[in-house]
Nanobody, 123 residues
Framework: QVLLVESGGGLVQPGGSLRLSCAAS????????ITWFRQAPGKEREGVSC????????YHTESVEGRFTISRDNAKNTVYLQMNGLKPEDSAVYYC????????????????WGQGTQVTVSS
């Protein structure tokens, strides 16, 4: 059974940090590009950060560049999203997703999705 399970979300003050984890079972993450998406209430789901399956490249949407870092631990079959300098506009449900194709922001190109973890940035 293929599963992606996110964890690490919570409530944090503006300027704070969180590290999200995305643990996979049923497939090897090293063969997939893994992307973190987020969805705020009333907004479309958007791509945040992606780690490539074909090389060591990572990609970030402009609004998180310099603040978020995506990394993977293939031995643990887990991908992480380190989020620093959090802002209220980062509040959303964060999802991880896996695709065999390449890093892409197109939702329909993803094979597997997690259930999401809530991140709330508020004082």
């Amino acid at each position: 059974q293929v599963l992606l399970v996110e964890s690490g979300g919570g409530l944090v003050q503006p300027g704070g940090s969180l590290r999200l984890s995305c643990a996979a079972s049923g497939f090897k993450m090293e063969n997939y590009a893994i992307t973190w998406f987020r969805q705020a209430p009333g907004k479309e789901r958007e791509g945040v950060s992606c780690t490539s399956n074909s090389d060591s490249n990572t990609y970030h949407t402009e609004s998180v560049e310099g603040r978020f870092t995506i990394s993977r631990d293939n031995a643990k079959n887990t991908v992480y999203l380190q989020m620093n300098g959090l802002k209220p506009e980062d509040s959303a449900v964060y999802y991880c997703a896996a695709t065999k194709i390449r890093c892409t922001w197109y939702l329909w190109e993803y094979d597997y999705w997690g259930q999401g973890t809530q991140v709330t940035v508020s004082s």
